[in-house]
């Protein structure tokens, strides 16, 4: 116990006097004091309700672009929170693998729905990012995957909308054995045949504009079934500040 108090308050007095502002023995049981510490789970669960609450009274309603800007405020709040897997060192207890399967629900959720309501306020960098995230914890979700398609689409960007189909498909072979479902090839097929519309702007919160530069070359369009990732080349882009 002396050990203990003295790793969390090294500056606490010595004697029997002294109380610990973080552990309370009472009788045989030593406790931790819950008022005293900040518990990052639970602050990060606590603001995931909190905006849980406030997109069911949202639904529905359109919204004004400084509501939405708080929003996504909000939610990147939230998910600054979010550390990873709750107690990693703990990955075969039990009691613990319930709560760490409930954060990363929790963390799945504040992502999807960040990624909408950028999309829903035209920031298609943003709503990238919050994609590329939930396919960082499932690479073969295919839904995240077919969004993430039509973003880099509507952006102007084809050949990386091509590049994330060809990162699906072989996701899925390599986890599933399994292909993409008909409506991702149908995406796809749209997609190399420039058939979706380019009305997303590249521009995010920070008053940054990613404007494409078209490439040299269209990237060609071969059949399905023979497409390559050696013929599918990045566009390059150039950032103006505004």
Do not use: C
Not at 98 to 104: A, H, M, N, S, T
Not at 127 to 135: D, F, N, P, S, T
Request: no cysteine; glycine share 4%; hydrophobic share 40%.
């Amino acid at each position: 116990l002396y050990l203990l108090r003295r790793a969390l308050e090294p500056d606490l007095a010595a004697g029997k006097g002294s109380s610990s502002v973080y552990v309370l023995l009472d009788h045989d049981t030593l406790m931790l004091i819950p008022d005293s510490m900040r518990i990052d789970a639970d602050v990060f669960e606590s603001s995931a309700k909190q905006l849980q609450v406030k997109m069911r009274s949202y639904a529905g309603k359109e919204l004004d672009v400084t509501r939405e800007a708080t929003l996504l405020d909000e939610f990147d709040a939230a998910l600054s929170l979010y550390q990873g897997d709750y107690l990693p060192e703990d990955l075969y207890e039990d009691w613990s693998q319930r709560r760490r399967d409930r954060l990363r629900r929790i963390h799945s959720w504040l992502l999807e729905n960040a990624a909408e309501l950028a999309l829903a306020s035209g920031l298609g960098l943003e709503a990238r990012e919050y994609l590329q995230a939930l396919l960082e914890r499932n690479t073969a979700d295919e839904q995240t995957h077919r969004q993430l398609m039509l973003v880099y689409a509507r952006m102007g960007r084809r050949s990386e909308a091509l590049n994330q189909y060809l990162a699906l498909r072989k996701a899925l072979k390599e986890e599933l054995r399994a292909s993409p479902l008909p409506e991702t090839n149908e995406l796809f097929r749209k997609i190399q045949m420039g058939q979706i519309s380019v009305d997303l702007a590249e521009s995010n919160r920070r008053g940054r504009l990613i404007v494409p530069i078209p490439p040299t070359a269209d990237v060609p369009a071969p059949a399905l079934n023979s497409l390559a990732p050696s013929l599918v080349n990045p566009q390059q882009a150039q950032e103006v500040r505004i």
